[in-house]
């Protein structure tokens, strides 16, 4: 069989299917304690399919890559599509994105150890891509909020996202230290945590950043 790139936009049902399980078992086992053959097995098919859709493990996480943040693009701009006022909208793109990385919070772990490991033969420049791709939607959203005076115009627009998401990971990897401060018995108390009282508060820092006037 020969091995031709993925179209991100037009993977069909068996690829999408291989993909979602590789994710599964990258998260649960790392990307190096998941094999071809394991993916296989976990999605009742033959080794040579994945070879043939995706040509070897590493050419597979790049589309899973791509494919998730492609869906991500998607997202938002069926959120920008209902043309609500700015906060409306910002509150909506905050909620999304740590909906988002909560869900596939052990992918991101993946990602950003393979993204520092020199010795993998991963090609990072696609994705990178697309995600600067996304940062220019909500830049564009931004900078439209500024022109009507929603929006301050004293704020780094590049690194709103970082704060999101740095500190919902700086939660995520102190989880025990929170758990024991908020007294979160459980993972429901947690997921019930990050959905309202972290989400809220990441989204009063992204708005206090982007309408506290100096």
């Known amino acids: 069989m020969i091995f031709k790139k993925p ?9 999408i ?44 996480l790049e589309s899973l890559l791509l494919y998730r943040i492609s869906d991500f693009r998607m997202q938002l701009e069926s959120v920008f599509s209902k043309n609500n006022g700015f906060i409306d909208t910002l509150d909506e793109i905050v909620t999304l994105i740590v ?39 909500i830049k564009a959203f931004v900078e439209k909020g500024q022109k009507a005076g929603v929006f301050v ?15 919902y990971f700086h939660f995520y990897n102190n989880k025990k230290y929170y758990q024991n401060l908020f007294n979160l018995k459980d993972d429901e108390a947690i997921e019930l945590y990050v959905h309202n009282e972290l989400t809220l508060h990441i989204l009063n820092t992204i708005k206090a950043l982007l309408t506290h006037e100096n």
């Open 17 to 60: 299917q291989i993909l979602e399980t590789a994710e599964k078992l990258f998260a649960e086992n790392g990307f190096d304690g998941t094999s071809v053959r394991n993916i296989a097995k976990a999605a009742d098919i033959n080794i040579a399919m994945i070879s043939y859709y995706f040509g070897s493990k590493e050419k597979l």
């Open 7 to 15: 179209n991100i936009v037009d993977l069909n049902d068996k690829q």
């Open 99 to 137: 909906k988002r990385i909560h869900k596939s919070r052990l992918t991101h772990k993946i990602i950003n150890f393979e993204f520092s490991n020199e010795a993998r033969q991963i090609d990072f420049d696609s994705y990178i891509e697309q995600k600067k791709q996304n940062l220019y939607l």
């Open 153 to 167: 115009n004293h704020v780094n627009i590049e690194l709103l996202t970082a704060t999101i998401l740095g500190t």
